[in-house]
């Protein structure tokens, strides 16, 4: 259980604050206008930004102390999701690590994943030569392989068009029941995942947000 108790930022003149809870395998959708804090909340939650107060935890292990590397969260932003000067195979393999050759067994992880998303032709392309929805599975292909319990997703699919969010939200919950992963995800189009959703957590000011389970 992720547990997000009147967890507190202060940015400028501005105070963001969250309480809400999130189970394995549930998805919850974050939603209101611009300038409420939804990247803010992102941002908290990897420990880009620290709380002046409040707490944070996962299983009952506090992660407010942790480093960005140590926490639970795997996440994909709306853009910047991937390396374009790379080969789709190296942006793959750092979902396995950063450095250094991948053993015979990650380089199978990889090319399983590969298959799986539809990239195993494309995998000596150069990123930068792939359609905006090809860099999307490319960037989820690396975060299926990293395993994290708690994915972060921060509306990357909303500079596409609606069948292409479709399919990525297709491969987003493909992934949410075979890793049981809880995911949070940021979007301006409820309407198009209402029927997917365990939660909603609405923003209508920086401090007043509501939550809302739905199943």
Known sequence: MLKVDKLTIQRDAQSFCWDFQLAEGELLAVVGQSGVGKSTLISALLGFQ??????????GQPLTQLSVAQRPFGVLFQQDNIFEHL???????????THGKLNAVEKQQLLSAAERFNLSSLLKKRASDLSGGEQQRVALARVF???????????????????????????????????????????????EIEHKVSAVLHGHSADSWLFTRLC
């Open 87 to 97: 080969s789709v195979y190296q942006n793959i393999a750092f979902g396995l690590q």
């Open 50 to 59: 620290l709380p002046s107060s409040g707490d944070l935890s996962w299983h």
């Open 145 to 191: 392989l990293q395993n994290k319990p708690i994915l972060l997703l921060d509306e990357p699919f909303s500079s596409l068009d609606p069948s292409l969010r479709e399919e990525g939200m297709g491969w987003v919950q493909d992934m949410r029941k075979e890793q049981n992963s809880a995911v949070i995800l940021v979007t301006h189009h409820l309407s």
